[in-house]
């Protein structure tokens, strides 16, 4: 478990920074944990249905629809859409060849939200775990300042205010939380281990928000 004195490791893999922050790293791999490749299909799904409700609505006074019209657009957007899903895979499985089937995630936790930070490809889950755990030896500092160089590269970077978060769902078996506040929908990664500390305090900081498990 974290001690709470400053700059203890915890054993499960979480880092209690001087200043005050719970820092982790989560090395996520692309082709076991679809989470991602998830994501994007209900974005092309809930655009496509947007725009065939759409084109619908446009169509309702047209002679013959609800017989031909209805069923001819409705598959159109049916093999639109499927073609669409096929190209996103490819381009998911292109994406995960490029990154070696995996990337790092840095996040950073306090008492006013988290921080989710993609790793540059070129840098390896021991090397942020080696930053953050200098860091718990000093006396002051901040994982932004001190991991400035080693982030320099990263432009992937989402944060969550607690008390802009409005529903949590709980995914266990993807060692996944998601934090959804308006206009800002957060992916939170966490080790077995270090699951059940991460969602208690997500729950503990948000505790209006709605709760899917």
Not at 17 to 33: A, S
Not at 98 to 123: S, W
């Amino acid at each position: 478990m974290i001690e709470n004195g400053q700059g203890s490791y915890a054993p499960g893999g979480i880092t209690l920074c001087p200043d005050g922050k719970y820092c982790w790293v989560y090395e996520l791999k692309l082709l076991k944990n679809p989470a991602i490749l998830c994501v994007i299909w209900k974005i092309i799904v809930g655009a496509f249905l947007g725009v065939w409700l759409f084109v619908m609505l446009l169509s309702l006074g047209d002679t013959h629809f609800w017989w031909d019209g209805f069923w001819s657009e409705a598959k159109m957007f049916a093999l639109l859409t499927a073609l669409m899903l096929a190209l996103s895979l490819l381009a998911y499985l292109f994406y995960a060849a490029v990154m070696g089937g995996k990337y790092c995630v840095l996040f950073e936790m306090d008492e006013n939200g988290i921080r989710h930070t993609q790793a540059p490809r070129q840098f390896k889950k021991a090397q942020l775990l080696a930053a953050i755990t200098a860091l718990s030896g000093m006396k002051s500092g901040h994982i932004g300042t001190v991991g400035t160089g080693l982030l320099a590269g990263s432009k992937v970077s989402s944060y969550s205010e607690w008390h802009l978060v409005k529903s949590i769902a709980v995914h266990p078996r993807l060692n996944l939380i998601k934090v959804n506040a308006p206009l800002n929908k957060n992916q939170v990664y966490a080790e077995d281990t270090d699951f059940a500390f991460v969602r208690q305090y997500i729950l503990t900081h948000c505790a209006e928000a709605k709760l899917r498990e």
